[in-house]
């Protein structure tokens, strides 16, 4: 395990109702400049997009993908560079695991928002550096259920569960007391550098931790263009599958439902019917 010996998270198994989501504010932000995953070596694991699976590119970062990772780094120590939004919970507890589970040194660089679940997954790290300007996220867990009052009941009780899990791993790896974090898990709190060491959330702030080539010209445009409308969508109350739904009725690239193969899912709305619904949503 890694030098600080932290402890294991509690896992869950996750609701079969459940949708997970990145908040929208840290959503909106991080969409404005994605990072390119530049001069990365055979030590290091970059975490720049959302948390889970990511219908826009593919990829996501997953636990399998950082099982594997890790596999081909060995017993050697890994920096982990992380810009991402968060996600879903469940995987960013299972990656903090993981992590916990490596027998060398884990280095966390916050390179931008290590939000929500991704805040989890940087506090398995033996260190976590930030640069200037970055923030880790922390707030309770959320997603959207579907279903009827009695599921809702059963969820509070279940999200009491998930909050518990997270604020054990806040106060394994910060020394907090347990009030004073979950009071910052109710205030969904932005810690920038100075407050985050101030608070056990990081150790260092490195100045010599920037975010690359912010060179516009040099990114996927049509990527930016499409997680940015996605964020405004999630701004105007739409879950992720709805908003993977709408744009993908309007044949936006990338954009695919979680589940194609649900009855919702297969309702089709004409192209028109789509853009107008999106037109309302981003001019209300």
Request: hydrophobic letters at 45%; aromatic letters at 6%; glycine letters at 8%.
């Amino acid at each position: 395990m890694t030098l600080r010996d932290l402890p294991q998270a509690k896992t869950f198994q996750r609701p079969q109702n459940y949708q997970w989501d990145a908040p929208s504010d840290v959503l909106t932000q991080w969409a404005e400049i994605p990072m390119a995953a530049a001069n990365e070596d055979d030590q290091t694991i970059t975490m720049f997009e959302v948390i889970g699976e990511d219908f826009w590119t593919g990829g996501g970062v997953t636990a399998k993908r950082v099982s594997a990772a890790l596999r081909s780094i060995g017993n050697k120590d890994v920096t982990v560079k992380i810009n991402s939004p968060g996600g879903d919970m469940f995987e960013g507890i299972a990656i903090y695991n993981l992590l916990c589970k490596h027998p060398a040194k884990v280095t966390v660089e916050v390179m931008g928002w290590a939000a929500s679940a991704a805040s989890i997954i940087a506090m398995a790290a033996d260190e976590i550096r930030m640069g200037l300007g970055t923030f880790i996220m922390v707030h309770n867990a959320w997603g959207v259920v579907v279903g009827n009052k009695h599921d809702m009941r059963d969820t509070a009780d279940l999200f009491d569960g998930f909050d518990s899990a997270i604020a054990d791993i806040y106060e394994a790896r910060t020394g907090l007391d347990r009030a004073e974090i979950v009071a910052l898990m109710d205030a969904e709190s932005f810690l920038d550098p100075t407050k985050a060491v101030e608070k056990g959330f990081a150790d260092a702030v490195d100045k010599g931790i920037t975010s690359g080539d912010n060179d516009v010209n040099n990114k996927d445009r049509g990527l930016m263009a499409r997680r940015q409308t996605e964020a405004a969508l999630a701004r105007a109350g739409h879950t992720r599958d709805a908003r993977a739904q709408m744009l993908a009725e309007m044949g936006v690239p990338g954009a695919a439902p979680r589940d194609a193969s649900r009855s919702d899912a297969r309702d089709a709305v004409n192209f028109n019917a789509a853009a107008q619904r999106l037109l309302s949503t981003l001019t209300s």
